[in-house]
Nanobody, 123 residues
């Protein structure tokens, strides 16, 4: 089992930045690929970023490319999502997730999930 706890969500104005953190614990959490998903009201959950266990490979959805950056610190069992130039359409609940294998496709299926953190971007 892997437990994931997100933090760092909140309210920000358009054009602003937020950094989300995801603290992982449990079963050799540093060996898992990690990702962030988001779900806006009335929409399906969207896979937006992913990173392999070493940080050498990453995935970015077109909707966040060049604005969001995923990184990880395995010594701290933490994954980060730096979000810059935020837009109102980025408003969603953001979920941290862990997977046995790295996924670089939009239909990725992850194995463990956090509870989510709300991000609201005002115009």
């Amino acid at each position: 089992q892997v437990q994931l706890v997100e933090s760092g969500g909140g309210l920000v104005q358009a054009g602003g930045s937020l950094r989300l953190s995801c603290l992982a614990s449990g079963r050799t959490s540093s060996s898992f690929a990690m990702g962030w998903f988001r779900q806006a009201p009335g929409k399906e959950r969207e896979y937006i970023v992913g990173i392999n266990w070493s940080g050498s490979s990453t995935y970015y959805a077109d909707s966040v490319k060049d604005r969001f950056t995923i990184s990880r610190d395995n010594a701290k069992n933490t994954v980060y999502l730096q979000m810059d130039n935020l837009k109102p359409e980025d408003t969603a609940i953001y979920y941290c997730a862990a997977a046995f294998f790295f996924h670089n496709d939009p239909g990725a299926k992850y194995d463990y999930w956090g509870q989510g953190t709300q991000v609201t971007v005002s115009s």
